[in-house]
């Protein structure tokens, strides 16, 4: 989906981040800003800002910082287009597309049209459980039997669907709408209406919320042991097993608390290990693992360990898990595996060892690697040739489902020790088929051959480079024939040939002129014989930190360029790459869209030349330039003024040069002297 960089920058001008943020953090006033607890790390006292005049936020304790977009992606766990669509339909907005058309644009707003009506009715029958489940002593008693508090569940939404085939006639005043059968609340028989019941009765419920927080599906489980035991939402227009995770909303600032998710198998484990110290873990909805689950949790955490029986369906239910999470494995990540015996679950192991056991086993889980080796070996007879080409055959589409990389090459050689066979046979085995004819390549995980060293050339000889031949043997195409052995200048470098190409003999060059000591260094008469000639002016590199603040204020507070002279301008434009660029970039912003906040210059320096400079200087503690505005108008302009100063005094340094020559140049250092007294004055008089 692409969407224009201008809806963008609309949008931002329109939401409030305060607001947005507001919807899961406390904020209080403090000062210009709202400050709360970080959501992205635990703390005690709040060290997250939000600017309302910057359309920002950012916490002095971890640094994370950004708009109101990256907010919902960082914490909520959207994806951009998911975040863009949320907010833009906070505020009436329809988000626009250029690569669909306008029938295409029309069904995707009445399908989000309808995902909100589903979401409502199933909020509404979320409502009606809870309130059942405080009237009912025999689902409260199965709760209190596995040890679940009110605490946890109210913080779960946990509710109690009732005997009786209709109880939720009662919640909707029209039974027969048919969004409650497409919402899986209601089904329908085959012979017609007469036929209409709800999916849900007497069972404890589980409401099950996508990472926004809105009801999506429930998992309904009896209180003896009936069958089934479990009884789940079918798949709906809001609701798909394969990309939503149990309890999610609920973990995902414990994930980021503890370092890692914890994925389990049933509702009842989640809501389990929440009541015993473990609220950082979620659950597949009745199917195994995916990649999208995967993908899923890896929005809030570089690290996920899935928890499984020791018995034979946990290890399926493992090798399931280990497929999906193959494509996500990158060098970075953290995925194990635990196994618990058999005659345990999660909850079972706590109440019998206790949770420091359990976060013994946590952290003794198995990693992926070791657990990749041991399923593609299961059942294969490593002794014998025939057991380890099985084990070889078994490994190849697990290994080849790694993204590229250290952890993807380690396996190679690891895989490559099980089958007795060399890292790169085994690599040239697993590539993909070339031509017959063609040149051989080496596999993913083979090792180039290392350079080939010659010896020094004998004099008048050329060396013989390190530099790689093209197709015929000859040196790349536009190098020299000798640039200079590894990358060295000639005299002074640890090369001995020079850049010539040729064997130094003895000492370096002495100029017969005597122009040259031994020692390669002017002699004291040359030296003394004559002053440099007259040198170009060079682009001064501006002081770092003065640079970056001016920068940082009219990033800021992008109406200051409407009080800056022409040789603010000028001066700014003028500042080496990539700080003149900025300047120049800004002020055309300003031009054609007027003052701006920080949220939407943001997005529009996305893939800019300047975005990594934006960025850096509106990054950490020091970024906060909130306060009075005349004061930081009048800070602004005593750095202007500290800039032109040291332009000016550069330029009279070249004057004094040229004034024997040119006797208007002393007339011109005497105008430059006046105007930086005038500078040099306190910000005041000058503003």
Not at 499 to 505: I, V
Not at 524 to 536: E, F, G, S, Y
Request: net charge neutral.
């Amino acid at each position: 989906m692409s969407i224009p960089q201008s809806f963008i920058q609309e949008l931002l001008s329109r939401v409030d981040v305060v607001d947005i943020v507001s919807r899961y953090v406390q904020l209080k006033k403090g000062g210009a800003n709202f400050m709360g607890l970080c959501p992205f790390h635990g703390e005690k006292s709040p060290s997250f800002s939000v600017s309302p005049s910057k359309q920002f936020y950012h916490c002095f304790g971890c640094g994370k910082n950004g708009n109101a977009i990256s907010f919902l992606m960082d914490h909520a766990g959207m994806g951009f287009v998911e975040a863009v669509q949320d907010l833009a339909q906070s505020v009436g907005l329809t988000v626009p597309d250029d690569d669909i058309s306008p029938q295409e644009r029309e069904r995707a707003a009445a399908a989000r049209q309808k995902q909100a009506t589903l979401t409502d009715v199933l909020e509404k029958a979320a409502d009606a459980y809870r309130k059942h489940l405080r009237s009912s002593q025999r689902a409260i008693g199965y709760f209190k039997g596995r040890g679940v508090s009110g605490h946890v569940a109210k913080r779960y939404g946990l509710g109690y669907a009732p005997e009786g085939w209709r109880s939720l006639a009662s919640v909707f005043p029209s039974y027969d709408d048919p969004l409650l059968e497409e919402s899986g609340l209601v089904i329908v028989g085959e012979d017609g209406q007469d036929k209409r019941y709800d999916r849900f009765r007497d069972r404890v419920m589980f409401p099950i919320r996508n990472v926004k927080g809105e009801c999506i599906g429930f998992g309904g489980r009896v209180l003896g042991d009936e069958k089934p035991k479990y009884l789940n939402s079918p798949e709906t227009p809001v609701f798909y097993k394969g990309r939503e995770l149990y309890g999610l909303f609920e973990a995902r600032t414990a994930i980021r608390e503890h370092g890692y998710a914890l994925v389990t198998e049933g509702y009842m484990d989640v809501v389990a290990l929440a009541q015993l110290g473990f609220p950082n873990a979620v659950a597949t909805l009745g199917t195994a693992c995916t990649p999208e689950h995967v993908h899923k949790l890896l929005r809030f955490t570089d690290a996920v360990v899935f928890s499984f029986d020791g018995d034979a369906a946990g290890r399926r239910a493992a090798r399931k898990a280990l497929e999906g999470a193959l494509p996500h494995a990158s060098d970075t990540r953290s995925i194990k595996f635990l196994f618990l015996p058999a005659e345990h679950d999660p909850d079972s192991f706590i109440r019998a060892h206790g949770t420091d056991a359990f976060a013994r086993a946590v952290a003794d889980a198995v990693p992926l690697s070791r657990f990749l080796v041991d399923a593609a070996s299961e059942g294969c007879d490593l002794a014998t040739a025939e057991g380890r080409a099985h084990m070889a055959s078994n490994a190849r589409p697990l290994w080849t489902a790694l993204p590229d990389g250290v952890l993807k090459r380690q396996l190679l050689s690891d895989l490559a020790d099980k089958t007795q066979l060399n890292a790169r046979d085994l690599a040239e085995l697993w590539a993909p088929a070339t031509g017959r004819d063609g040149p051989r390549h080496p596999g993913p995980g083979a090792i180039a051959a290392p350079t080939r060293h010659t010896a020094p050339p004998a004099p008048g000889e050329a060396p013989a480079w390190d530099l790689p031949p093209d197709a015929d043997g000859w040196a790349p195409a536009g190098e020299p024939a000798s640039t200079g052995y590894a990358g060295y200048e000639s005299y002074g470098s640890p090369n001995p040939y020079g850049q010539s190409g040729y064997p130094a003999q003895g000492k370096p060059p002495i100029r017969k002129g005597g122009d040259w000591k031994s020692s390669g260094g002017w002699k004291k008469k040359d030296r003394d014989a004559a002053p440099w000639p007259p040198q170009p002016r060079l682009p001064r590199t501006p002081t770092a930190s003065r640079i970056d603040h001016a920068a940082r204020l009219l990033l800021s507070h992008m109406a200051f360029l409407e009080e800056l002279t022409h040789d603010d301008h000028a001066s700014l434009c003028a500042q080496p790459s990539p700080h003149g660029p900025l300047f120049t970039w800004l002020e055309a912003q300003f031009h054609e869209h007027g003052p701006l906040p920080w949220a939407v210059l943001r997005e529009s320096l996305r893939d800019h030349e300047c975005e990594a400079l934006a960025v850096k200087v509106m990054t950490g503690s020091h970024a906060q330039t909130e306060g009075d505005v005349q004061e930081l108008r009048l800070e602004l302009r005593d750095l202007l003024n500290r800039m032109q100063i040291e332009d000016i005094k550069e330029q009279q340094k070249l004057l004094v040069l040229q004034v024997a020559q040119d006797p208007s140049a002393l007339e011109r250092y005497r105008l430059l002297a006046e105007k930086r007294r005038i500078l040099e004055q306190p910000a005041g008089r000058t503003a």
